[in-house]
């Protein structure tokens, strides 16, 4: 079983709508998590991060994270065509740091 | 300049050539890592230094040398390699080796001809 999990899409959201990545880990015992955002042909940025159970803001973007059913997820609300990218996760599991595939996303104008 | 920077953007090499990637950071960061990124696979990760010593190598082939002169800089010297070596090698830097955010530079697409 791969330590990080999502569904590579692609997804696609008209403009404007809420868009919803989600990521599956495995082992209980990871302590971080990330959002990256990657657009085609460039390295990824660091747009979340949440540690502890619940849901963290920041602007459009909200992480949610469930430590007992084991997933994090992202939503991107009122979606913009310049959100278009692809969506990595990553989980950090003592000082492992594991990345997802990454989930691609279309934001339709 | 700021953040971590790449040098080359973008290099085509031969099977025989011998090459560098160069990697800065400017965060003042302690921890450095080498990622090898192919279409339609999750992030490799190649190599981590913290404070200068390699901490991981993970089953890397030889034909990739690191090298990490000081906390600041990360090379990844190249030779002999093969076609399926193409790649965009992303480096990445965080506060230490540790459960903290990791920051890429903006990655060197290799082409092995």
């Known amino acids: 079983q791969k330590e990080v999990e999502q569904n590579s899409g692609p997804l696609s959201v008209p403009e404007g709508a809420i868009a919803s990545l989600n990521c599956t880990y495995s082992d209980r015992g990871s302590q971080s998590f990330f959002w990256y955002r990657q657009y085609s042909g460039k390295s990824p940025e660091l747009i979340m991060f949440i540690y502890s159970n619940g849901d963290k803001e920041d602007g459009r973007f909200t992480a949610q994270l469930n430590k007992a059913s084991q997933y994090v997820s992202l939503l991107i609300r009122d979606s913009q065509p310049s959100d278009s990218a692809t969506y990595l996760c990553a989980v950090i599991l003592g000082n492992q740091f594991y990345f997802g595939t990454g989930t691609s996303l279309t934001v339709i104008p | 300049e700021t953040g971590v920077t790449q040098t080359p953007r973008h290099l085509v090499m031969g099977m025989t050539n011998k090459k560098s990637l160069k990697c800065e950071q400017h965060l003042g960061h302690n921890a450095m890592y080498w990622y090898k990124q192919s279409a339609k696979k999750p992030l490799e990760l190649m190599f981590v230094?913290?404070?200068?010593?390699?901490?991981e190598n993970n089953s890397v082939p030889s034909r990739f040398s690191p090298e990490c002169p000081n906390s600041s800089h990360l090379f990844l010297h190249l030779h002999t390699l093969q076609p399926e070596d193409s790649a965009l090698y992303l480096c990445?830097?965080?506060?230490?080796?540790?459960?903290?955010?990791?920051?890429f530079g903006p990655g060197t697409r290799l082409t092995v001809t």
């Open positions: 990445a830097s965080s506060q230490d080796r540790g459960p903290y955010e990791q920051y």
């Open positions: 230094y913290n404070f200068k010593e390699q901490t």
